[in-house]
């Protein structure tokens, strides 16, 4: 008899990936053979939730059949009272899985963009330095189709267009270190399968404290949107962010091929070429010149961008708009100029 069908699913989820790290291991196999290391390692980020265990357990069973070494790691935040010896505990409990190596780092959260976005820049970080002093190919994360539509709905609320409905993509980071196997997969999968292997889980109180948006959002928002929209609702939402994905997707590639067209001979932007560009388009091109400027990416909103297309849109002999990064934007006899100020 096969494994319980929330272990298959799981269980295939993670075999896809791996096979695609594989398959990117060979198409990137440049250096001689005796230069590689013997079995490339992949870690999974563990904080003891149901879907990390799940997602744990996965790769600690496909891994070695794929010749790949399995390890963990866990984020001490550092948030709660015993943190340090839950931690502890998961560390116990991934190499009680057969994970090696294994291990927990602690981190210091800060206070920028709010406390669940500075948990999740110190989190990463940490898991950034965790790759490169294993020289680990790739770390693998928890999230489910259940965040994803999540976040999909956090995005809405920010009103900052397509890019924000598309959601957490299922390779990201430096190389694309970061891999979400589980994205496909409901939250009641990951739980089912902690439960028919006996695996322990750990329920962070953080995911039901009211003082958390996402936790709001979670508890209250998706069950009410359920309740009168009807159980597809998260599936929905996760097809959205993909679909919305590939659109944002077309749209960068579209906006990196037409600013080589607007600019003239001197580089300067063409105002009246930039006005000929679909909306959507231009925004882009004049986002990544404000960046290129010096605007940090993170400080950089959709007004900011909507004031700097009126210079275009609606000229009216209006003055400099001043950007985040001490940027400003301004027109000059029919170019547009973006500059540190």
Known sequence: MGPHPAVAAIRLAVRRVLHDLLTDQHASADRPAHERPPSPLVLVACSGGADSMALASA????????GLRAGGVTVD?????????RAEEVVLRLRELGLDPVESTAVTVGREGGP?????D???????????????????LGHTRDDQAETVLLGL???????????????????????????????????????????PVWDDPHNTDPAYTRSRLRHEGLPALEKALGKGVVEALARTAQLSRDDADALDTWARQAEASVRDAAGLLECAKLYALPPAVRRRVLRQAAIEAGAPAGSLFARHIEEVDRLITGWRGQGAINLPGKVVAQRQGGRLVIRQG
């Open 77 to 85: 935040h550092g948030l709660q009272p015993g943190s340090d010896l």
């Open 122 to 140: 110190a989190r990463y970080a940490a898991l950034d330095a965790a790759a490169e002093r294993h020289g680990a190919i790739a770390v693998l």
């Open 116 to 120: 669940e976005a500075a948990a999740r």
């Open 157 to 199: 609320a920010r009103g900052s267009g397509i890019r924000s409905l598309s959601g957490m993509a299922a390779v990201s980071g430096a190389d694309g270190r970061y891999r979400r196997p589980f994205l496909g997969l409901d939250r009641q999968t990951a739980r089912k399968a902690c439960m028919v292997q006996s695996l």
């Open 59 to 66: 790769l600690a069973f496909e891994a070695p059949k794929l």
